[in-house]
Nanobody, 125 residues
């Protein structure tokens, strides 16, 4: 069982920045593909960014490309999401997710096994 705890959410003005963190309770953090998802009110949960086990490969939703950066620190069992140039449409609950499956796609919520409780990000105009 892996527990994921997000932090760093809050209220920010448009154009501002936030850095989300997700701490994982596992000795084998390097075995997990890590992702950030978000869910706005009355919308489906969507992938924001995903990072490979060694951090070398990343992928982003088109809506956040060039503004958000996902990274991980395997020695600290932590994954980060640096969010820059925030827009009101980035307002959502942001979730951290982890999955140990090798050779699988990691693009949808169903592709991830473990989830955090989420952290609220609100961007005011």
């Amino acid at each position: 069982q892996v527990q994921l705890v997000e932090s760093g959410g809050g209220l920010v003005q448009a154009g501002g920045s936030l850095r989300l963190s997700c701490a994982a309770s596992t000795r084998f953090f390097v075995n997990y593909v890590m992702g950030w998802f978000r869910q706005a009110p009355e919308k489906e949960r969507e992938l924001v960014a995903v990072v490979s086990r060694n951090g070398a490969v990343t992928d982003y939703a088109r809506s956040v490309g060039g503004r958000f950066i996902i990274s991980r620190h395997n020695a600290n069992n932590t994954v980060y999401l640096q969010m820059n140039s925030l827009k009101p449409e980035d307002t959502a609950v942001y979730y951290c997710a982890a999955d140990p499956t090798f050779g699988a796609s990691h693009k949808t919520p169903g592709d991830f096994y473990y989830w955090g409780q989420g952290t609220q990000v609100t961007v005011s105009s």
